[in-house]
């Protein structure tokens, strides 16, 4: 069946290291995108794309990076820039036009 | 700009009563409104969605929404709570940048069933 996966699960990095959290789709979807969760505020947008080798920011895109060689993958690298980068981050990938969203499992990120 | 309140943070209902989740947009002219439910450490499911036509629509796991233009609304509802009900509601609406197919999240309403 096709899907959304997200990789690993839980990730844990030191201060100071860059990270990155994988997703990947075989719903043949051209767009995907990458949330932030935090308690009691919401997803917020972090990139998205709805083109290979193209890519926006959202509204939280510091201390993120993005990359879009492939239309099945969508990697998100939590770079050192970003000061308080603990939360849950979702992927998710659409249809191009008006559709809803599928989303990944997510990934719980944590600092230690 | 677009934005979604979900104006109660937590509600608990008991099982098999009644539910209405609120949500109300801000958006100049006819939103793309959905509804996403979250369990624990999970991803979201789409639960329904509103694009044109018919106010009321109906979606999975017997949850129906209706859309009132007057009242800036898109509230969600079951006639009666399971159990499994439980868990993290999400209102959204589509943004309108152009080609872009985002969407903007409440910040979501928990819901608790007691027995």
């Known amino acids: 069946d096709g899907g959304i996966t997200q990789s690993p699960k839980y990730l844990f990095r030191k201060e100071g290291q860059n990270v990155t959290l994988s997703c990947e789709q075989n719903l043949n979807h051209d767009a995907m995108y990458w949330y932030r969760q935090d308690p009691g505020q919401g997803l917020r947008l972090i990139y998205y794309?709805?083109?290979?080798?193209?890519?926006q920011k959202g509204d939280i895109a510091e201390g993120y990076s993005v990359s879009r060689e492939k239309k099945e993958s969508f990697p998100l690298t939590v770079t050192s820039a970003q000061k308080n980068p603990t939360a849950f981050y979702l992927c998710?990938?659409?249809?191009?036009?008006?559709?809803?969203?599928?989303f990944g499992s997510g990934t719980r990120l944590t600092v230690v | 700009a677009q934005s979604v309140t979900q104006p109660d943070i937590h509600i608990t209902v008991s099982e098999g009563a009644s539910l209405e989740l609120r949500c109300n947009y801000s958006?100049?002219?006819?939103?793309?409104l959905f509804w996403y439910v979250q369990s624990p450490g999970q991803g979201l499911q789409l639960l329904l969605k509103y694009f044109s036509g018919d106010t009321l629509v109906q979606g999975i796991k017997g949850f129906e929404a209706e859309f009132k233009r007057s009242q800036s609304s898109f509230n969600l509802r079951k006639p009666s709570v399971h159990w499994s009900d439980a868990a993290e509601y999400f209102c959204a609406v589509r943004a309108v940048q152009t080609g872009a197919n985002n969407l903007f999240f409440g910040t979501g309403t928990r819901l608790t069933v007691i027995p």
């Open positions: 958006y100049g002219a006819t939103p793309y």
């Open positions: 794309s709805q083109i290979v080798n193209d890519f």
């Open positions: 998710a990938s659409s249809k191009t036009g008006i559709y809803g969203y599928t």
